[in-house]
C-alpha cells in the first residue's frame, strides 16, 4: 500500500532524517519506536505533505505523492491524526467525524455507511454522538480524532503517539481499538508507549539517529531488553 524510499527529512538547513525505507503492506499495522526528539513526528509529517521532504520518494499503491500538495494526499488515501487528541470542542461529535468526509465525493449514502463503520469501532462515539467534544474525555477524543480520519477511508492511517497524555487502560483499550481497524485499512503509527505496538503491531521498527536502527516482529523488539533500553530509554 505504503512504499518509502530513501527519504531525508527536516528543518530549514537541519536533517533529521536521513535514508528512510518503509513499507506498509494491506492489513498491517507497523509501529515506529522510538525516544523523544528521534524524528518520529517529522517522518508523518513529512509522509502526510505537512512539510517536503528533502530527497526520496512516498508511492502509494502506484501514485507517486512526494510532491502531492497535503490535501491531495488525503484524497488519494493516506491520512494523519496529529499527536494531541485534537477536535473541535464547540462541535458534537457527529459533526467532528463528519468533518472527515469533507474530500469524498460519493454522496451522503456512502458518509451514512463510512459513520455507521466507524461507530462500530468505536461504540463510545455512537453513544455521544449528539455531546460537545469539548466535553469528552481524554481517551474519546482520541477515539474521536481516529474516527474523523477514517471517515475519509484512508488506505493507509497514520497515528502520532496516540496514546500521549492516556491512562494505561484507555491505552490498552485503543491498541485493541487499532487491530480492529487493521481489518480495514493499514496503519502506520509512531510511538513512545510500548504497550500499543504490544497489542495491535505486526512489525516494528526502532528508529534512532535518524534512521531504522532496528525491526522485527513485536516479540523481537518489545521483549528484548537490550534493544528497550538503548532506543527506548525505559
Known amino acids: 500500500m505504503l512504499e518509502v524510499r530513501n527519504l531525508s527529512a527536516g528543518y530549514g538547513d537541519r536533517t533529521i532524517l536521513t535514508g528512510i525505507d518503509l513499507t506498509v503492506g494491506p492489513g498491517e499495522v507497523v509501529a515506529v519506536l522510538g525516544a523523544n526528539g528521534v524524528g518520529k513526528s517529522t517522518l508523518l509529517r513529512t509522509l502526510a505533505g505537512l512539510q517536503p521532504a528533502l530527497a526520496g520518494t512516498v508511492v502509494l499503491g502506484e501514485r507517486d505523492l512526494t510532491r502531492q500538495a497535503a490535501h491531495r494526499r488525503v484524497a488519494a488515501g493516506l491520512s494523519l491524526v496529529p499527536e494531541g487528541q485534537q477536535s473541535f470542542p464547540a462541535m458534537s461529535v457527529e459533526e467532528n467525524l463528519r468533518l472527515g468526509a469533507g474530500l469524498r465525493a460519493s454522496g451522503t449514502a456512502a458518509v451514512g455507511r463510512a459513520l455507521a463503520g ?91 539517529g535518524g534512521r531504522f536502527t532496528r525491526e522485527g516482529s513485536p516479540e523481537d523488539i518489545l521483549h528484548n531488553e537490550d534493544v528497550v533500553h538503548a532506543y527506548l530509554g525505559v
Not at 455512537?126 to 474521536?144: F, K, Y
Not at 502520532?160 to 494505561?168: I, N, R, T, V
Not at 510511538?191 to 528508529?207: D, I, K
Request: glycine share 8%; proline share 5%.
Open 118 to 208: 466507524v461507530y462500530e469501532v468505536f461504540p463510545k462515539l455512537a453513544q455521544r454522538r449528539g455531546q460537545l467534544a469539548g466535553t469528552l474525555s481524554g481517551g474519546e477524543r482520541q477515539m474521536l480524532a481516529i474516527g474523523r480520519a477514517l471517515l475519509a477511508e484512508p488506505k493507509v492511517l497514520m497515528l502520532d503517539e496516540p496514546s500521549h497524555g492516556l491512562a494505561p487502560i484507555i491505552v490498552e483499550q485503543l491498541g485493541d481499538r487499532i487491530a480492529e481497524i487493521a481489518t480495514r485499512t493499514s496503519v502506520l503509527v509512531v510511538e513512545q508507549n510500548l504497550a500499543v505496538p504490544a497489542r495491535c503491531a505486526t512489525r516494528v521498527l526502532v528508529l534512532d
